[in-house]
């Protein structure tokens, strides 16, 4: 499932993906690091693709060639916390 980085909406990028698509509901831009899979907030340049260019504006439609939207599964996700959060619970009871 893709979503909107800025509203979290789901979106259904169509084949004539740009770096000028919009998102329908919010209306900002999609081809953003924001929304990349190459993104990372820990990441040098907040980019863990090595040959990328610097952007400066992570929130705004840019020419970066390594751009690959992100997936996000919003039931995994949950899944994974709960699964976190028992192995946490299972290591303190010993």
């Known amino acids: 499932m893709k979503t909107c980085a800025i509203c979290h909406r789901e979106i259904t990028p ?8 919009v998102c329908a509901e919010c209306g900002a831009d999609l081809h953003i690091c924001l929304n ?3 993104y990372s907030e820990t990441a040098h ?9 610097f952007q400066r504006s992570r929130d705004r439609s840019n020419f ?4 690959s939207y992100r997936e996000s599964d919003a039931a ?3 899944s994974s916390k ?3 959060m028992k192995k946490l ?6």
């Open 64 to 67: 970066c060639e390594y751009f």
């Open 89 to 94: 619970n299972d290591l303190f009871r010993k």
């Open 76 to 78: 995994g996700a949950s």
């Open 14 to 21: 169509d084949k004539y993906f740009t770096r000028k698509s």
């Open 36 to 38: 990349c899979s190459f």
């Open 45 to 53: 340049n907040k980019c863990i693709e090595t040959k990328a260019d």
């Open 82 to 84: 709960e699964d976190t």
